[in-house]
């Protein structure tokens, strides 16, 4: 997108109107989310890349680096409402910026923290995707097991969110849940929503868990089905 300012910004209005037909347009949407120094008009190109859709997946990189580039690390609302509209597509990018957030860097003092916003954005963005990001399930296991505080929380939202598909990180999550506030029950981790589905989950859970609470439940709740 190249003119002046008022010319950019029209081209991005048009462009977030004309959707899905303008996916030739995402290189060019690209770029100018690169380039752009005002923060309006980047949020615009974010806004014209969420009503293409999942056509515009290869931007969810320069989405998620909008975080950096404001005040707090916190991510503009356009940005995020495009990522969601991308859908399915979205996911990968928002594992790696999950595992690999050195990517997404500030080139600051205040990078390290930065860092951390951008991951916990990823985070919650996957739980957005609900069980289209199953796939996500074990790079927000690992960040409920190893990450500071303030990710774990996120992800062990999100894995919740994920549901059933999650199970395999229930004990994990379980036992997050439990050391940073009042006695949770397994049950209230990821409700099943069929009873095939609840005595698999619950099979999942007596074969694999490490938590003997957790096994415990597992058992005298599939007694009682």
């Known amino acids: 997108i190249r003119g002046d300012t008022t010319t950019r910004r029209s081209a991005a209005e048009a462009l977030g109107k004309i959707g899905p037909p303008a996916k030739d347009a995402v ?22 890349l969420g009503n293409i859709g999942p056509e515009a997946r290869l931007a969810v990189p320069e989405l998620i680096r909008m975080g950096v580039g404001e005040p707090f690390g916190t991510m503009p609302t356009p940005a995020k409402q495009a990522i969601i509209a991308i859908g399915p597509a979205a996911v990968p990018a928002l594992i790696d910026a999950l595992r690999d957030t050195t990517t997404y860097n500030a080139g600051s003092a205040e990078e390290p923290r930065l860092v951390l916003i951008v991951a916990k954005e990823a985070a919650a963005l996957l739980g957005e995707s609900g069980p289209d990001a199953a796939e996500a399930v074990p790079a927000l296991l690992q960040a409920v097991q190893d990450g500071p505080p303030e990710l774990q929380a996120e992800a062990a939202r999100s894995l919740q969110r994920i549901g059933p598909q999650a199970v395999e990180a229930a004990p994990a999550v379980f036992s997050y849940l439990n050391k940073v506030g ?27 868990a490490k938590d003997l609470d957790v096994r415990r439940y597992a058992r005298v709740s599939l007694q009682a089905i």
Do not use: H, T
């Open 27 to 48: 290189p060019a949407l690209i770029q100018a989310l690169r380039e752009e120094n005002s923060s309006e008009r980047r949020c615009l190109v974010a806004q014209a």
């Open 182 to 208: 009042p006695y949770v029950s397994p049950d209230r981790i990821f409700p099943p929503p069929s009873r095939s589905e609840e005595v698999l989950c619950l099979a999942r859970l007596l074969k694999g």
